[in-house]
């Protein structure tokens, strides 16, 4: 039996987080909810996705819109063995006594803060620890960026300190309300948030992270400088590990992938799966360098799906069979188009 899957919050990730849903076989969307009618409402609605009403919505904004509604998020929520929780940043904390009281299982997002999960998660770092979890926070695009690069340069080299400068874009973009248009804000809280976050997952990593703001709504880039305990001989080494790994995609030199303007127009290109995304980590061959054992590269986050895949194996995690941690990625992305190592 398909285990069934609610979406409470159907904007940026909660659309997709749907749609990957959908592509699952293991997995049946029961739902997803808006607070109001819009396009995305519509779209809703002619994916055949029922709608619930979330939040201060009411039934009848979305009737006169001409909308059908199936319910009320409790409606919504007592159809589901599991809920995944893409509500507004702090909404899924409120969200959370609702499950509770439901005793239905959750998947929380990024924007909460940790507490609000037993466990924080990103696949390819902790899959056994959501295993059978009620609630499971997947973290935020650029901890599961980090997280990710973490993972592999740990298992492969060892890390004794990570230094990485996160270069966040300004907004998402259909955020047309957001800024800044012009101007660099540095993030005066030193160090950042997320190396704290990725230690929700790797609690003994010693990192720092700085951040700043620009005006670009394509994607983070993240410059990291990372030393190693066990460096290999050449860079070639690294490279290969990160080529190996899934969830990775690395442009090579001759490609003339610039920046993110090129990622993501090879994303709209490629477009293999639901949506014209980027869900892996791209890093750049000719943008990396070893000396010694420092280890310098940088990596782009498209922050609007790089959580996607990421919410598929919390579920498996927390209440699928017994799927390995490579199994449920395999699986997951295979649905979702997104290339295997080497392919
Ligand atoms: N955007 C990113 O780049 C990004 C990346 C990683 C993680 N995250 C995290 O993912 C979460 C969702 O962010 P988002 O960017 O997808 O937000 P969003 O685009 O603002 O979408 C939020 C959705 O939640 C709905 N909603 C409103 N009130 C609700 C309620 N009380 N209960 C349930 N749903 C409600 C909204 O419906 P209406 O539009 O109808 O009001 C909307 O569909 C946040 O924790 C965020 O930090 C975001």
Redesign the pocket.
């Known amino acids: 039996m398909p285990i069934k899957v609610a979406v409470?919050?159907?904007?940026?990730?909660?659309k997709r987080v749907a749609d990957a849903v959908a592509r699952q076989p293991d997995l049946r969307l029961v739902g997803v909810?808006?607070?109001?009618p819009?396009y995305?409402?519509e779209i809703a609605r002619s994916k055949g996705y029922p709608l619930f009403v979330?939040?201060s919505?009411t039934t009848a904004a979305f009737e006169s819109a001409g909308l059908n509604v199936a319910g009320s998020?409790s409606d919504l929520v007592r159809a589901a063995d599991i809920v995944i929780?893409?509500?507004?940043?702090s909404?899924?904390r409120?969200?959370a006594k609702l499950y509770g009281s439901a005793g239905v299982p959750a998947v929380f997002?990024?924007?909460?803060k940790s507490d609000v999960a037993e466990v924080s998660f990103s696949a390819l770092a902790n899959f056994e620890a959501a295993r059978g979890k009620k609630r499971v926070r997947v973290v935020?695009?650029n901890t599961t960026g980090l997280a990710r690069s973490v993972a592999v340069l740990r298992s492969g080299f060892g890390v004794d300190h990570w230094e990485a400068t996160l270069v966040r874009r300004a907004a998402?973009p259909a955020e047309s309300e957001r800024g800044p248009i012009n101007g660099i804000l540095p993030s005066f809280k030193i160090p950042s948030h997320h190396g704290p976050d990725v230690r929700t997952i790797f609690p003994d990593l010693s990192i720092t992270t700085t951040a700043l703001v620009v005006p670009t709504t394509l994607m983070h880039v993240h410059v990291n400088h990372v030393r190693l305990s066990k460096p290999p001989a050449s860079i070639q080494a690294v490279l290969e590990r990160f080529r190996a790994t899934p969830r990775f995609h690395v442009f090579r030199e001759w490609e003339g992938v610039d920046g993110t303007p090129q990622v993501m127009e090879y994303a709209r290109d490629r477009a293999t799966g639901a949506r014209a995304d980027m869900m892996e980590n791209v890093l750049w061959e000719h943008g990396m360098r070893l000396e010694g054992p420092d280890l310098y590269f940088f990596q782009a986050i498209h922050?609007?799906s790089i959580?996607v895949p990421e919410n598929i194996d919390a579920v498996r995690a927390m209440l699928g069979g017994r799927e390995s941690a490579a199994a449920s990625i395999e699986m997951t992305d295979r649905n979702l188009g997104i290339p295997r190592p080497g392919a």
């Open positions: 409470n919050g159907y904007g940026t990730i909660g909810s808006k607070s109001r819009n995305e409402a979330a939040g919505g998020v929780d893409c509500a507004p940043e909404v899924g409120e969200n997002q990024g924007g909460e935020s695009c998402d922050q609007e959580v």
